[in-house]
C-alpha cells in the first residue's frame, strides 16, 4: 500500500477554480491507479475521476467532465486534480486513492489506500 497525503483544498467563490493535490510514499508509484472521490454531508462518497498508473486512461463523473482534469507525475509521487469553473454543489471533502494495477475503477471498492481527505468549500 501507499501512503496518500492531499493538500489544496480551501474556500473559493462559484466559478473559480483550484487545484488539490496528492503526495504518495513508496517507490511503486507508477504501478498505482489513482483516483479522487468526495463526500458531501449526508452524501455518500463518489467517484470524481481516476488515472490510470501509467496516466493514459482517466475516467471522469458526468457532473465534473469538462470543468476537472486529473494529471499526474510519477517522477513526483503526486496526482494533481485542476477543478474549474466550481458550483456550490461541488463542496465535499475530497479523497484521494490508491488501487495497485492498471484499471481505472469507479467505484470506492476497489481502492484500498485513501488520504486522509481536504475540504473543498464553493460559496455562491
Known amino acids: 500500500q501507499v501512503q496518500l497525503v492531499e493538500s489544496g483544498g480551501g474556500l473559493v467563490q462559484a466559478g473559480g477554480s483550484l487545484r488539490l493535490s496528492c503526495a504518495a510514499s513508496?517507490?511503486?508509484?507508477?504501478?498505482?491507479?489513482m483516483a479522487w472521490f468526495r463526500q458531501a454531508p449526508g452524501k455518500e462518497r463518489a467517484f470524481v475521476v481516476g488515472?490510470?498508473?501509467?496516466?493514459?486512461?482517466?475516467d471522469y463523473g458526468d457532473s465534473v467532465k469538462d470543468r476537472f482534469a486529473i494529471s499526474r507525475d510519477n517522477a513526483k509521487n503526486t496526482v494533481y486534480l485542476q477543478m474549474n469553473s466550481l458550483k456550490p454543489e461541488d463542496s465535499a471533502v475530497y479523497y484521494c486513492?490508491?488501487?495497485?494495477?492498471?484499471?481505472?475503477?469507479?467505484?470506492?471498492?476497489?481502492?484500498?489506500?485513501w488520504g486522509q481527505g481536504t475540504q473543498v468549500t464553493v460559496s455562491s
Open positions: 488515472i490510470s498508473s501509467s496516466g493514459g486512461i482517466t
Open positions: 486513492a490508491a488501487r495497485y494495477g492498471a484499471y481505472v475503477y469507479n467505484s470506492q471498492q476497489y481502492y484500498n489506500s
Open positions: 513508496g517507490r511503486t508509484f507508477s504501478s498505482y491507479t
